[in-house]
C-alpha cells in the first residue's frame, strides 16, 4: 500500500510542468445576429464592414415617414382630449354643485362625459408610447462594443427581423483549445497556453479561463477556453498547455 501511494505521488509530480500539445481555434467572445425589431425600408446605413462600433451606436435605420407622422397625429390627438376633458371637468364640476336640484340622469350624463374624456386622453397617451417605440424601433443599435463582421443589407431593401443585417463580433477573441481526454484531470483554471501564430511567428500566452465539463465522444478530446484580443476569429493551430504552473 505504502509502494502504491509512493507511485501515485511520483506520477503526480511528474506531470508538474509538463507541457500538452492541443489544437486551437479562434473565435469571436462574444457574436450576435442583428435584425430589426420591425419591418420596413431601409432608409440609411451608417457603418460597413470592418467597421469599429461602441455599444448604443446606430448601425441603420428605417424609413421613419410615416411613424413621424404617426407620433405627430397621436400628439395632436392627446392635446384635444385634454381640451375636451377639462371642459367636460368643468361641466361636471358646476352639475356636481347643483346636484340636487338636477335631474339623475342629466348628472349621470355628464358624469359619462367627463369619464370618458379622461379614458380618450389616457388612450391618446398610449398612442404616443406606441408611436415612439415603433419609431425606436426603426434604428438598429449595436448591443456592445465590436467589429461588424459582415453586413447583409443595403439601402432602399426591405428589412424585417427575421433578416439579420449585421453580424457583430467583439473585439476580443475566444481561443478553444481541444486536449486528449487522458488529461482531463491535470488541466486546470489557470494554466498557461502557449501558442505561434503562423501569421506573424509571435508566441503568445494566455491563461485557461474556462474547461467543458464533458468529453465529446467523437473525438475523446475536451475543450477550454482562454481570451486574448488582436487575434481573429478563424485563426487555427497547435499550442501547448503548461500544466502544474498556474498562479
Known amino acids: 500500500m505504502k509502494k502504491l501511494i509512493i507511485l501515485m505521488v511520483f506520477c503526480i509530480f511528474s506531470f508538474a510542468g509538463e507541457e500538452i500539445f492541443a489544437d486551437f481555434e479562434v473565435y469571436a467572445k462574444q457574436s450576435s445576429k442583428l435584425a430589426f425589431e420591425s419591418s420596413g425600408k431601409v432608409d440609411k446605413i451608417f457603418v460597413d464592414v470592418s ?3 461602441k455599444k448604443g451606436d446606430v448601425l441603420a435605420s428605417l ?3 410615416s411613424l413621424e407622422i404617426a407620433l405627430k397625429k397621436a400628439k395632436n390627438d ?5 381640451n375636451a376633458k377639462e371642459f367636460a371637468k368643468s361641466t361636471f364640476n358646476k352639475f356636481s354643485q347643483v346636484k340636487d336640484v338636477t335631474s339623475k340622469q342629466e348628472f349621470d350624463e355628464v358624469k359619462y362625459k367627463f369619464d370618458e374624456a379622461a379614458l380618450r386622453v389616457q388612450a391618446a397617451e398610449i398612442a404616443i408610447l406606441n408611436a415612439e417605440d415603433h419609431l425606436k424601433k426603426a434604428l438598429l443599435k449595436a448591443p456592445f462594443d465590436g467589429v461588424i463582421a459582415s453586413k447583409n443589407v443595403e439601402l432602399g431593401e426591405s428589412a424585417s427581423p427575421l433578416q439579420p443585417a449585421f453580424v457583430l463580433n467583439s473585439e476580443e477573441a475566444k481561443i478553444l483549445i481541444a486536449i486528449d481526454e487522458k488529461y482531463a484531470n491535470l488541466v486546470k483554471v489557470g494554466d498557461i ?7 506573424t511567428n509571435e508566441e503568445k ?3 485557461i ?3 467543458y465539463p464533458e468529453i465529446k465522444r467523437e473525438t ?3 475543450y477550454a477556453e482562454a481570451y486574448d484580443s488582436g487575434l481573429k476569429p478563424g485563426m487555427f493551430g497547435q499550442g501547448k498547455v503548461i500544466i502544474g504552473k498556474n498562479k
Do not use: C, G, M, N
Not at 497556453?193 to 501569421?199: I, Y
Open 51 to 53: 467597421s469599429h462600433v
Open 63 to 65: 424609413d421613419q415617414t
Open 78 to 82: 392627446l392635446a384635444l382630449a385634454k
Open 193 to 199: 497556453f502557449k501558442f505561434r501564430l503562423d501569421a
Open 205 to 207: 500566452e494566455v491563461k
Open 209 to 211: 479561463a474556462l474547461i
Open 220 to 222: 475523446r478530446k475536451f
